[in-house]
């Protein structure tokens, strides 16, 4: 396999890394041509490697290309961070075709969308009777709103410039804030996560409808060939 684009991604990338965060990292790597001609050949470019201390996820191009295309945020930031601790000819070239991944409908669904499924968690959590948690709990709850909340906040901004802004270090003190609602205030949380999510379904996009799949699979092609012939 051969790593093509590696980065620091999460806490750190937003600006929000407190003293207790880890650095977590995100890669994509081209599997050899042999195990993707193989029999095993659907498994392998599906694939995933993960270690932990430090913390690495690694991605098939196939599959990080799969997950990009549905705007999955966790693996489309790493195509937005403003350096690398890897990046390639090919990493360049995937990064080239960032604007390609894009579009309304799935910005709107992973975006959007998942960070509405984790808020109704929280407010379950509480619901279910379990506001007085520990100290430990209560600091997870913190971070998860922070999390929710972020993702809404650089959605919006997508869909209005195009644009996705990873450092949210500007907005650090809002987030933290939100956060802290989060973890004690659940009600006043959830109309704080009402508001911003009306705002993102208000936005006149100006991504397109769909994103360029083509254009996707058309570079996929050529690296893998590449690595064929080369």
């Known amino acids: 396999m051969r790593t093509l684009l590696m980065g ?15 650095e977590d990292l995100l890669g994509v790597y081209l599997a050899d041509s042999r ?13 995933s490697q993960v270690t932990t201390k430090p913390d690495v996820t690694m991605h098939e191009l196939g599959k990080y290309c799969s997950l990009a295309l549905k705007c999955n945020p966790t693996v489309t930031e790493l195509l937005w961070l403003p350096e690398y601790r890897v990046e390639t000819e090919a990493g360049r070239r995937l990064r080239a075709l960032r604007d390609s991944f894009l579009s309304t409908e799935y910005v709107r669904g992973a975006y959007g969308g998942y960070a509405l499924q984790q808020a109704r968690r929280l407010s379950g959590r509480h619901e279910a009777g379990k506001a007085g948690f520990s100290s430990d709990t209560a600091k ?18 997508l869909l209005r410039t195009g644009v996705l802004v990873l450092d949210m270090s500007d907005r650090r003190d809002e987030l933290f804030a939100a956060g802290d609602l989060a973890a004690n205030d659940p009600t006043a949380f959830a109309a704080l996560f009402e508001r911003e999510k009306a705002t993102l379904d208000a936005i006149d996009s100006v991504l397109p409808t769909r994103p360029d799949r083509e254009a996707v699979n058309n570079l996929l092609v050529t690296l893998r060939v590449a690595a064929l012939t080369g």
């Open 35 to 47: 195990d993707v001609l193989g029999l095993d050949g659907p498994t392998v470019v599906s694939g």
């Open 8 to 22: 620091v991604v999460g806490s750190t990338a937003y600006g929000l890394a407190t003293a207790a965060s880890d």
């Open 140 to 157: 997870r709850t913190a971070k998860h709103g922070r999390h929710c909340m972020r993702l809404l906040l650089q959605a919006q901004q």
